[in-house]
């Protein structure tokens, strides 16, 4: 649905909702992703954990019938998809950390596309891989959950990640010790 007054669209599971880039234009600082182009979303995160809860568990009698759910694609559609919970952390650490869950599905929309998506206390996040490309939803700001970001995996900036690492220390540029000159 869309209220074409203000350009808002909402998924049609209520799980997401567009919002306009001028919305987070005062926090430049916070953006976690970096890609050349983005569509911004704002998401129901209680009905997301309510619907997600719901997915039958891979490989039972119960996945045959699969959650069916949105997710927010980069030209600002929203894409059907068949959801089951997908485990891929050994029982005994699932036992340890219960908020982290990753699920798997097959795109309705685009039939073609294949998803693997996780929710942690850092945010949901979805990979899309399909013939039109593979696209991404990612939470915008670093460790905040309101606001995410749907992108072509083309479109994303390398050098957020290796700066990341520069600044926390991990290595320096070039993969040399920052401080071997000041001996």
Same mark, same amino acid.
């Given at each position: 649905?869309?209220?074409?007054?203000?350009?808002?669209?909402?998924?049609? /599971?209520?799980?997401?909702?567009?919002?306009?880039?001028?919305?987070? /234009?005062?926090?430049? /600082?916070?953006?976690?992703?970096?890609? %050349?182009?983005?569509?911004?979303?704002?998401?129901?995160?209680?009905? #997301? #954990?309510?619907?997600?809860?719901?997915?039958?568990?891979?490989?039972?009698?119960?996945?045959?019938?699969? #959650?069916? *759910?949105?997710?927010?694609?980069?030209?600002?559609?929203?894409?059907?998809?068949?959801?089951?919970?997908?485990?891929?952390?050994?029982?005994?650490?699932? %036992?340890?950390?219960?908020?982290?869950? &990753?699920?798997?599905?097959?795109?309705?929309?685009?039939?073609?596309?294949?998803?693997? *998506?996780?929710?942690?206390?850092?945010?949901?996040?979805? !990979?899309?891989?399909?013939?039109?490309? &593979?696209?991404?939803?990612?939470?915008?700001?670093? #460790?905040? &959950?309101?606001?995410?970001?749907?992108?072509?995996?083309?479109?994303?900036?390398?050098? !957020?990640?290796?700066?990341?690492?520069?600044?926390?220390?991990?290595?320096?540029?070039?993969?040399?010790?920052?401080?071997? /000159?000041?001996?």
């Amino acid at each position: 649905a869309a209220d074409f007054a203000s350009g808002i669209s909402y998924a049609p /599971d209520q799980l997401w909702q567009s919002v306009s880039d001028s919305v987070v /234009d005062d926090a430049a /600082d916070r953006i976690h992703v970096q890609a %050349k182009e983005t569509r911004l979303f704002d998401i129901h995160e209680t009905l #997301l #954990l309510r619907t997600l809860s719901q997915a039958p568990l891979e490989f039972t009698d119960a996945a045959a019938q699969p #959650l069916i *759910m949105t997710l927010p694609a980069p030209d600002g559609s929203f894409q059907r998809c068949e959801v089951v919970e997908a485990p891929v952390i050994a029982a005994e650490l699932a %036992k340890k950390f219960p908020s982290i869950k &990753t699920y798997r599905g097959i795109g309705l929309d685009d039939p073609t596309s294949t998803v693997r *998506m996780d929710i942690t206390n850092h945010g949901f996040h979805a !990979q899309v891989l399909s013939t039109q490309g &593979t696209w991404m939803v990612d939470p915008y700001f670093h #460790l905040e &959950t309101e606001f995410y970001a749907s992108y072509q995996t083309t479109d994303a900036i390398q050098q !957020q990640v290796n700066q990341r690492f520069v600044e926390l220390g991990v290595f320096g540029h070039g993969g040399e010790h920052e401080h071997d /000159d000041e001996h």
